[in-house]
């Protein structure tokens, strides 16, 4: 996976400020932190949603296995 370090970063930047211009870049990144903030939210809720599909998923298979142990058991 490529790397972007501060040199890169730096140019980015330094190009953004002369495309949009020093009005419009403040708010341009501000639009962009907000997307990244809803981002990170719904993949943190996805996350979150799957984690408690695959505990329960297990919870079941641990209570079937603990049924089959005491039928052979018996």
């Known amino acids: ?13 330094i190009i953004a400020i002369l495309v949009l211009g020093p ?7 501000k639009k962009i932190g907000s997307y990244f903030g809803k981002l990170k939210n719904t993949l943190s809720s996805f996350q979150k949603e799957v984690s408690s ?7 079941e298979k641990d209570v079937s296995q603990k049924e089959i142990n005491k039928k052979d058991n018996e």
Do not use: C, H, S, Y
């Open 53 to 59: 599909v695959t505990e329960n998923i297990d919870i």
């Open 1 to 13: 996976m490529p790397q972007i370090g501060w040199l890169e970063i730096l140019a980015i930047v």
């Open 23 to 29: 009005k419009e870049f403040p708010i341009a990144l």
